[in-house]
């Protein structure tokens, strides 16, 4: 995942670190200058004061011919060098450990940064606010040299926290729904998202998931208008043992959800998944068809499927979801073949809702309940 990001972020605080030693050179350069200087002014003095002692000697010797006594010889104090040379190198160390980063120095990094996260997919507008963060947490600000590189990495790490919002513990939620099984209240999650994007996948592998959890499910079949799409759910819950209910190709998706639940509430079952036909979020009309599932299914969390290779126009796709049915979070899918990761910074941003799961394959086991840790980490931050 962002690629080259590590290795720009090396190269900066390593461009820094060279620059620092360039000025310590000329530090030192200075201190040698002005240690020189003061030696040759010793000298000087001392040749002086040789002169002044031979010449009171010569005088005192005269005076003592006369028969008074010689006075005595008073010598310039001198201020003991060694103490002089500590000061000047212990000040010299501070000046050569630390680092100041520049208004400058950062724009020929930030704009390199920019770029590599556009690059990355993440949208103009959030890469423009982690510039404009991370300007204000190191510019003017002093680093030791040892430091530096951690302290950028740290001050970044911090931003992509603040921008990612943690989701809330779905299993918990749903636990506490069912707390009453004779309340015979099932959890309801209904999947949206374009074609193709992975939502009947998605529902295979949540469904394992949560079978794993002691959280029993039943899977309902209502994306009626694709082509062997009853049959590829279908599948899936022969593979995973979870019921799917179904109606004909052509059918009412909300009857078949509000079948399920039918079914959930009957069999004590846990929780209600339900698939729908893929839509292009510019289909306003499809768009629409989905608000009479909501009016009927009443889900407790609606999800929006999109796959993390898609880019910028995740984040169009998830506004029109959004706009249209109201979405609860996200699974970003294919994160498997994601080398970019932007997606997930961008969409979790823009919409301010969390990402709950990251599909990272095509098998059941393939899904990653998505934290903002190993996102970071992921990042080498
Ligand atoms: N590599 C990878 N492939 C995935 C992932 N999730 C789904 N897929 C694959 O993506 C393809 C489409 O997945 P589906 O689950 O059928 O997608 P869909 O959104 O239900 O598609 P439609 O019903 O046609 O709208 C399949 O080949 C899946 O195996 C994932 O996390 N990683
Ligand atoms: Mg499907």
Redesign the pocket.
């Known amino acids: 995942m962002f690629k080259f990001l590590k290795e720009k972020l090396e190269n900066w605080t390593k461009n820094l670190a060279k620059k620092s030693e360039e000025e310590e050179k000329e530090i030192v350069e200075e201190v040698k200058k002005e240690l020189k200087e003061s030696k040759e002014e010793k000298k000087v003095q001392k040749k002086e004061e040789k002169e002044t002692r031979r010449e009171e000697k010569r005088k005192e010797k005269e005076e003592k011919k006369k028969g008074k006594e010689g006075k005595k010889l008073k010598l310039v104090e001198e201020k003991e060098p060694e103490e002089e040379i500590k000061g000047i190198f212990k000040k010299l160390g501070e000046k050569i450990n630390k680092v100041k980063i520049s208004e400058k120095e950062f724009e020929v990094y930030s704009e390199e940064l920019e770029m590599l996260l556009l690059e990355n997919n993440v949208a103009l507008e959030v890469a423009e606010k982690i510039v404009r963060e991370l300007k204000q947490k190191v510019v003017g600000q002093e680093f030791l040299k040892k430091e530096v590189e951690s302290a950028i990495k740290d001050a970044f790490s911090d931003i992509i926290r603040e921008i990612l919002i943690s989701p809330p513990d779905l299993i918990e939620e749903i636990k506490e729904k069912n707390i009453i099984p004779e309340k015979k209240e099932p959890y309801v999650i209904l999947f949206c ?10 529902i295979a592998k949540i469904a394992e998931h949560l079978k794993s959890k002691k959280i029993s499910c039943v899977l309902a079949a209502g ?1 009626t208008f ?1 082509a062997a ?1 009853i049959e ?1 759910l279908k599948k899936h819950g022969e593979r995973i043992g979870v019921k799917v209910i179904a109606h004909d190709y052509g059918a009412d998706p909300a009857a078949v959800g509000f079948d399920a639940i039918q079914y959930a509430k009957k069999n004590y079952i846990n929780c209600v998944l339900i ?1 729908t ?2 839509r292009m979020h510019t289909q306003k009309n499809l768009l629409k068809e989905m608000e009479k599932i909501v009016r009927v299914c009443k889900p407790d969390k609606k999800i929006f ?1 999109g796959e993390s290779i898609t880019g910028n126009d995740a984040i169009e796709q998830v506004r029109s979801f959004d706009e249209a049915i109201g979405i609860d979070g996200i699974v970003l ?5 994601d080398e970019k990761g932007g997606t997930a910074l961008s969409v979790g941003y823009i919409t301010k809702k969390p990402i709950f799961y990251l ?4 098998e059941y086991d ?1 899904i990653e309940p998505f934290s903002k840790e190993k996102f970071i980490e992921k990042l080498g931050l």
């Open positions: 998202g374009i074609n193709g994007s992975g939502k009947t996948t998605t994306d694709r799409s590829q698939d036909a893929g499927v899918t294919k994160a498997d073949i599909g990272t394959g095509q393939n």
